[in-house]
């Protein structure tokens, strides 16, 4: 009988996009994928602990599967931080495996269903870095791609977790990046997600970099570039999560010449202070954010933005959220992801105090959460009327007779079903109504119609908003 393989996936696209390749590797081994924990041979927990709130919830997952004869396999961010010490607080878990370890995934859950004792693989693979891609068989691609571009984080943000656990940058090969594009989309793919913990510092590791280069410039807008011309068949490029430093001028030129670029963009900026933001580590001011992400709406017209804010950071006054307030309002986020700070093992800003209470941290979220719903609403309404390209992704929910797509500015309309109205077509719709988080629209033509044997797009998350 062929054993079956559940994966639980917690956190940011990363994580996605390598729970994407476990399955790739386990499927080639033999596995089937099954949704739910139930019945299943082997169960990955794909982790996140960039907050508390992530290892808590492994916590709890893996207690719920420890009874049973599964092998349970944690991955990800807290598997890389913790190591030894999450087989030593509970024995049960059979292997432990970081996210430069992957491609010895098989290997040790063969051995752990021969009655090895607990393993842990949890090495940096700095010397020769290893990127996972697509497989490009035509028929099993996705409508909608990740693509990795590098990968770990050297900016170390005094409250992030990440440089830990995901170690320093390391990037592809443009080369690498754009043969993995070509391939995706002759396969059918229609819209490619870069990814990186900072996508926008990346560098060509074949290219080598005067000395006297600008620290800020890096070869991302080249890679845009290339990919644009190389891969013409592709219908939409997007990137996430870029670093506020790197948008540079020359970033700004790529979104001005680039049709193939999405219209939206996410840009974390964690806070409106400038005493916040130094305290944070973040390489940049307010102003300076503000002039940058203005110059990038100057370069492509309606463009929309998107951030993540941190509040309750050590030393925030209650006029440092205001400043904050003011910058969301100012910059006019369409969405944002806010987040109570949460004090990470291994970063600098452990040496300050946690000092802003829990009461209060959650009252600066819902006056964030009210401001941000309000720029949300504002926006949707400005979009009824207005005709849109949609690429499909799949029906709104499970079983619902309506599809969802995504515009090139990232905003999830709902259509009717109708003949051509499958994941991966491009179809024209004018929007006829907004929802708090989404539109509703009705179908006009089909631009594009969907490639033969695409799979449906990944989990489709909903506009971003603010949570806990
Ligand atoms: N560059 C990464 C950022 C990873 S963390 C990316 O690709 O998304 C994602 C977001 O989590 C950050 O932008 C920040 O807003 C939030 N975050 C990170 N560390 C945090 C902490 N200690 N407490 C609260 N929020 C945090
Ligand atoms: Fe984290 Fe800052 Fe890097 S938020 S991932 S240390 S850019």
């Known amino acids: 009988m062929t054993k079956k393989l559940c994966l639980v996936t917690f956190g940011c696209q990363m994580n996605v996009h390598d729970s994407q390749r476990m399955e790739d590797l386990m499927r080639a081994a033999g596995y089937d994928v099954i949704p739910e924990p139930e019945g299943a041979d082997v169960v990955i927990l794909n982790t996140c602990s960039v907050r508390e709130k992530g290892e808590q919830k492994l916590r709890s997952e893996a207690g719920k599967l420890k009874s049973n004869d599964t092998v349970l396999v944690v991955a990800g961010c807290v598997a890389q931080q913790e190591g030894e010490a999450l087989v030593k607080a509970m024995p049960f878990i059979d292997v432990v495996i970081g996210p430069d370890n992957l491609t010895d995934l098989p290997a040790l859950v063969r051995e752990a269903e021969l009655g090895a004792p607990p393993s842990v693989r949890t090495v940096f693979d700095t010397d020769a870095p290893r990127f996972l891609t697509n497989p490009a068989v035509p028929g099993s691609v996705g409508a909608s791609a990740y693509v990795t571009v ?233 979009c009824v009327g207005t005709r849109v390209e949609l690429l499909i992704e799949g029906p709104s929910r499970p079983g619902a007779s309506t599809f969802a797509g995504r515009t090139r500015g990232n905003e999830i309309v709902h259509i009717a079903a109708a003949p051509g109205v499958t994941a991966g077509a491009v179809v024209v719709a004018e929007v006829v109504r907004a929802n708090k988080h989404s539109l509703e629209g009705r179908m006009e033509s089909v631009r594009r119609e969907a490639p033969p044997k695409v799979q449906p797009t990944f989990r489709r998350v909903a506009l971003p908003v603010v949570s806990a």
């Open 150 to 382: 590098m990968k770990g984080c050297d900016e170390r943000c005094s409250f992030c977790i990440v440089p830990y656990t995901r170690g320093p940058e390391r990037y592809r090969s443009a080369d690498d990046v754009v043969a993995e594009i070509r391939a995706l989309v002759d396969g059918g793919t229609r819209e490619v997600m870069l990814l990186g913990q900072t996508v926008n510092s990346f560098l060509d590791p074949r290219v080598e970099l005067p000395p006297d280069r600008d620290p800020d410039e890096s070869q991302f807008p080249e890679l845009l570039r290339r990919i644009a011309a190389e891969a013409p068949g592709l219908d939409r490029l997007r990137y996430t999560s870029p670093h506020p430093r790197h948008l540079t001028a020359s970033l700004v030129r790529a979104h001005a010449d680039l049709d193939v670029l999405s219209t939206h963009v996410h840009m974390p900026v964690q806070s409106g202070s400038d005493r916040i933001l130094k305290r944070m580590i973040r390489r940049y001011t307010r102003a300076e954010y503000v002039r940058r992400v203005n110059a990038l709406r100057d370069a492509r017209a309606g463009i929309t933005l998107s951030t993540d804010i941190i509040v309750g950071f050590p030393g925030e006054t209650r006029d440092d959220f205001e400043a904050t307030l003011s910058m969301v309002r100012e910059v006019g986020f369409t969405s944002l992801y806010g987040f109570k700070y949460s004090p990470r093992p291994h970063t600098p800003a452990l040496k300050l105090d946690d000092d802003v209470t829990e009461a209060e941290k959650q009252d600066r979220l819902l006056a964030l959460f009210e401001v941000s719903e309000a720029l949300t609403r504002a926006h949707l309404a400005t």
